[in-house]
Nanobody
Framework: QVQLVESGGGLVQPGGSLRLSCAAS????????MGWYRQAPGKERELVAH???????RYAVSVKGRFTISRDNAKNTVYLQMNGLKPEDSAVYYC???????????WGQGTQVTVSS
């Protein structure tokens, strides 16, 4: 069973930056599209960014221009660089492999991002 471990979240002021990391228990990155999701209280989990095995990237409109997803297959790690953070970016962030915009593996514990002054 694949285990996903997210890290890097925290409390940041509006306009600040964070870099999230996601590691997997085995090599799932080289063959899969990898994505970052987030879930805010009372809202559904949404896919905010994904990167294909060919390194093509796509972003939700709400984060485009501010977030950057990247992957390091050799380290089995995917990253989410978040700049210009807004209070509405506050959520628990999760990573997963993605197929047809849907997650493939069981969810990890996520990492909390809170944007507040």
């Amino acid at each position: 069973q694949v285990q996903l471990v997210e890290s890097g979240g925290g409390l940041v002021q509006p306009g600040g930056s964070l870099r999230l990391s996601c590691a997997a228990s085995r090599n799932i990155f080289s063959i899969n599209t990898m994505g970052w999701y987030r879930q805010a209280p009372g809202k559904e989990r949404e896919l905010v960014a994904h990167v294909t095995s060919g390194y093509s990237t796509r972003y939700a409109v709400s984060v485009k221009g501010r977030f950057t997803i990247s992957r390091d297959n050799a380290k089995n790690t995917v990253y989410l660089q978040m700049n210009g953070l807004k209070p509405e970016d506050s959520a628990v962030y999760y990573c997963n492999a993605v197929r047809s915009l849907l997650p493939i593996y069981p969810w990890g514990q996520g990492t909390q991002v809170t944007v507040s002054s």
